[in-house]
């Protein structure tokens, strides 16, 4: 643990020497097995008083590892602890901080949701209700990433809960044309991929008989 806080604390410190900030990464990628691995890369990630390269480099990092190894990763609280405080991030004042947040966030819900994540699209659905331009646009991002990894099981269990959100989206009059045109090019994602799954099962269905 205190390997870990004295690594973050060298790359989060904009007094340190470039040289050491930009060792600590490599050796912080070398130690993967380590169950604060995730939890010291999101905490790099989060703090706004880190520069911003070394934020960016903890998403990056971060993101590799969920890509490879959330999966198999044996350390369930170090999932939870991510999962339970990465959402707050969306809501950056940085947008290329919100980008790699919802990154992160779409690929641990492509694995983990719904079940293992329930709560997940009741909280981006409270967040995008809050008005907030960067908590809307953070989970706009998420649904843009998702849109393109969901499978047939998290579209019905989404569309129920979004759409409705969605048009309230469009609706509302302090969001301008880039937002209702982010909403409708989701709305149109998840309309196609629900046409397609229905032309299956029909399909499926007359060649039953």
Not at 28 to 43: G, Q, R
Not at 89 to 96: A, V
Not at 114 to 119: A, F, S, V
Not at 123 to 129: K, R, S
Request: with cysteine; charged share 15%.
């Amino acid at each position: 643990k205190q390997w870990y806080q004295r690594r973050v604390r060298v790359i989060t410190q904009p007094s340190q020497p470039t040289r050491l900030r930009w060792s600590c990464p490599e050796q912080l990628n070398a130690a993967k097995p380590h169950p604060d691995y995730a939890t010291s890369l999101l905490s790099i990630l989060l703090r706004q008083d880190a520069p911003l390269a070394a934020r960016q480099m903890a998403g990056v990092l971060l993101k590799q590892f969920v890509e490879g190894s959330w999966s198999d990763c044996p350390h369930g609280a170090t999932k939870e602890m991510v999962k339970g405080n990465i959402l707050p991030g969306l809501g950056d004042n940085i947008s290329k901080v919100r980008s790699s947040v919802a990154a992160i966030i779409s690929e641990i819900a492509v694995i983990d949701f719904p079940e293992n994540w329930t709560g997940l699209f009741d909280q981006l659905i409270q967040m995008m209700g809050t008005g907030d331009g960067n908590q809307i646009h953070g989970v706009m991002k998420v649904l843009d990433e998702l849109s393109n990894d969901i499978t047939d099981n998290q579209v019905y269990t989404v569309a129920p809960i979004l759409f409705p959100q969605l048009v309230t989206l469009f609706q509302a009059e302090q969001f301008g044309p880039s937002t209702r045109a982010r909403v409708l090019s989701i709305f149109g994602t998840f309309v196609t991929l629900i046409s397609m799954l229905v032309a299956e099962v029909n399909n499926a269905n007359n060649r039953t008989f």
